[in-house]
């Protein structure tokens, strides 16, 4: 193990690419979670409701069959085809196969290959900056959180509790020791203020329109973001998730895609600002601050 550790630290480049493979593996799963973890979530949402005009006595129905990250295999929405081991490598199936099913020649998205890519890039370059060692490992773990939740609000404005509470608490956990993102005072005080930053701003937007403007699972992200990189990161994250948030919804509206009273998502805005914390975090600090919050 010592010589592993000792080969990637002298290597970047070798650690990179070992994280661009581990990343392709984990985004093949990343796949998984986007698509079935909302749908999970529904039907536990469903149970509890009916669960609600059932007599104490009568036990809750359960589905038909098991739903989960791990069952039923993956198959083809279309045909219902299973995917073999060989199907699922990495962006090397998608191309073999065309971008098709093998059974029923459907298309198969390009999402799918794409987030394979993205997540192992973006753990490779989250690896390579922050070096060999503890803080790289977290980042990457990190990275995957993020990517997970941006698809996931993106499609379904939801931000699951079984993601961003156990990224916070990581979060402190993390920063316990000397070696942290920043300090265990700085990441709890960076929790905390997180989630009322956008608890307040929810409340006064709702008493002045009437209307709500984010969901709960932003507050906690923001939370979870503070935990890692501590409270002096949160008017950065805040800033650039706003601005880019804004941009695109100019952009959206100018081009007639979305109109003025539908709802946009704010979770990927807040993960791509954190997942830029966790890269450029200190430089722009000082940029933006100076020495003003060292």
């Known amino acids: 193990m010592q010589e592993y550790a000792l080969l990637f630290s002298q290597n970047p480049l070798l650690f990179g690419g070992f994280c661009l493979l581990l990343g392709l593996l984990v985004g093949s799963f990343l ?165 009322l930053v956008l608890w307040t701003v929810f409340w006064l937007f709702k008493l002045a329109t009437g209307k709500e403007g984010m969901g709960y699972g932003d507050f906690k992200l923001l939370a979870a973001l503070g935990a890692w990189f501590g409270w002096q990161s949160l008017p950065i994250i805040i800033l650039l998730s706003s601005v880019a948030g804004a941009l695109l919804g100019v952009i959206l509206v100018l081009a007639a895609k979305r109109g003025f009273g539908k709802p946009m998502p704010f979770g990927p805005y807040l993960a791509v600002a954190g997942w830029i914390m966790l890269i450029w975090g200190p430089q722009l600090q000082g940029l933006l601050f100076g020495d003003l919050l060292f």
């Open 31 to 195: 796949n998984v979670v986007i698509h079935r973890l909302p749908k999970m979530i529904e039907t536990q949402f469903r149970q509890e409701c009916a669960a609600i005009d059932l007599p104490p006595e009568e036990p809750l129905p359960q589905p038909a069959t098991r739903y989960n990250l791990v069952v039923p295999r993956s198959a083809c929405p279309t045909c219902g085809h299973q995917i073999t081991a060989l199907e699922n490598i990495p962006l090397l199936s998608w191309l073999a196969l065309g971008g098709k099913c093998r059974g029923c020649r459907s298309p198969i998205s390009i999402r799918y290959p794409a987030v394979e890519l993205l997540t192992g890039l973006m753990s490779a370059w989250t690896g390579m900056h922050l070096g060999f060692g503890p803080h790289a490992l977290a980042g990457i773990i990190v990275t995957w959180a993020l990517i997970a939740l941006f698809f996931i609000d993106a499609d379904t404005y939801l931000l699951p509790d079984s993601i961003t509470l156990p990224l916070m608490w990581a979060g402190m956990l993390f920063n316990l020791g000397s070696h942290g993102f920043t300090s265990l005072p700085s990441a709890v005080v960076g929790a905390a203020a997180g989630y």
